[in-house]
């Protein structure tokens, strides 16, 4: 098995040294990582400023870009062969609910889906690395499970697993369950710089507001290892016939204003 290894706190990160040590005896491993923390940076590319691999002395390469830029090249030139599957993580920090949408850790993961390759998004729900061999133990038993089970290899599928900062032994098993809400974010921090102007700096994500029996943030509140399936496509079907009908309204009011 080939496996890409990603990441959005940074080549150097605990967690991506833990996963890697952790899957390494399960096939040909490669890591192609940020060179700086780039959370909550989601999908997005450099597309304005050329890029730049560097090895470093444990092998792995660090890109100047984005978790996104780096599966993105290493898929389309830089490793030379399509990998079976793309991991992302471990992340310092729980990526649950509405961070998915800004995680950078999913968003490594998500362009490996998007080539088609099955990815699978790491994370521990409490940031400070606490208990990172046994997150690390458990990702590669998932991938483990996942290669008995022959769904590497097939159709693409993208996941998102959280996983306690509990000793091994602690950790409950694994739970399927779809993405809880937040709340709205902290207000915004203000402070002034040296030079008089006003600086801004993004509030800390909200409390949970949707997290009942069944979500993400319920399971992982639990104690158990948390899985969520993940879909690209952001259109809303329950809705399009709603809007077919709103657009065609708005258009045959439109042409009779005329």
């Given at each position: 098995?080939?496996?890409?290894?990603?990441?959005?706190?940074?080549?150097?990160?605990?967690?991506?040294?833990?996963?890697?040590?952790?899957?390494?005896?399960?096939?040909?491993?490669?890591?192609?990582?940020?060179?700086?923390?780039?959370?909550?940076?989601?999908?997005?590319?450099?597309?304005?400023?050329?890029?730049?691999?560097?090895?470093?002395?444990?092998?792995?390469?660090?890109?100047?870009?984005?978790?996104?830029?780096?599966?993105?090249?290493?898929?389309?030139?830089?490793?030379?062969?399509?990998?079976?599957?793309?991991?992302?993580?471990?992340?310092?920090?729980?990526?649950?609910?509405?961070?998915?949408?800004?995680?950078?850790?999913?968003?490594?993961?998500?362009?490996?889906?998007?080539?088609?390759?099955?990815?699978?998004?790491?994370?521990?729900?409490?940031?400070?690395?606490?208990?990172?061999?046994?997150?690390?133990?458990?990702?590669?038993?998932?991938?483990?499970?996942?290669?008995?089970?022959?769904?590497?290899?097939?159709?693409?599928?993208?996941?998102?697993?959280?996983?306690?900062?509990?000793?091994?032994?602690?950790i409950r098993p694994l739970?399927?369950?779809?993405?809880?809400?937040?709340?709205?974010?902290?207000?915004?921090?203000?402070?002034?710089?040296?030079?008089?102007?006003?600086?801004?700096?993004?509030?800390?994500?909200?409390p949970a507001l949707d997290?009942?029996?069944?979500?993400?943030?319920?399971?992982?509140?639990?104690?158990?290892?948390?899985?969520?399936?993940?879909?690209?496509?952001?259109?809303?079907?329950?809705r399009l016939a709603w809007?077919?009908?709103?657009?065609?309204?708005?258009?045959?009011?439109?042409?009779?204003?005329?």
């Amino acid at each position: 098995m080939k496996i890409l290894i990603c990441n959005d706190d940074g080549y150097q990160a605990p967690g991506i040294v833990a996963l890697y040590e952790a899957l390494k005896p399960l096939g040909d491993v490669e890591v192609v990582a940020p060179e700086h923390n780039n959370s909550a940076k989601s999908n997005a590319l450099t597309l304005n400023a050329p890029l730049y691999v560097h090895r470093a002395a444990n092998g792995f390469r660090y890109v100047n870009g984005t978790p996104a830029d780096c599966v993105h090249i290493a898929l389309t030139g830089l490793l030379g062969y399509r990998p079976d599957l793309v991991v992302s993580g471990i992340n310092n920090g729980a990526n649950m609910g509405d961070d998915t949408i800004y995680s950078g850790t999913v968003g490594a993961a998500m362009e490996g889906y998007l080539f088609g390759i099955p990815a699978i998004a790491f994370s521990q729900i409490e940031k400070g690395w606490a208990h990172i061999d046994a997150a690390a133990a458990k990702a590669r038993e998932l991938v483990q499970q996942c290669a008995a089970g022959g769904l590497i290899g097939r159709a693409p599928w993208l996941l998102n697993v959280n996983i306690p900062n509990l000793p091994l032994e602690q950790i409950r098993p694994l739970k399927v369950v779809r993405l809880g809400r937040r709340h709205a974010a902290e207000p915004v921090i203000t402070q002034v710089s040296p030079r008089g102007e006003t600086m801004y700096w993004i509030g800390a994500a909200g409390p949970a507001l949707d997290e009942a029996e069944g979500t993400d943030f319920h399971a992982s509140d639990h104690g158990h290892v948390v899985m969520t399936p993940l879909k690209v496509d952001l259109t809303d079907h329950d809705r399009l016939a709603w809007w077919a009908q709103a657009a065609a309204a708005l258009q045959t009011g439109g042409q009779g204003g005329a």
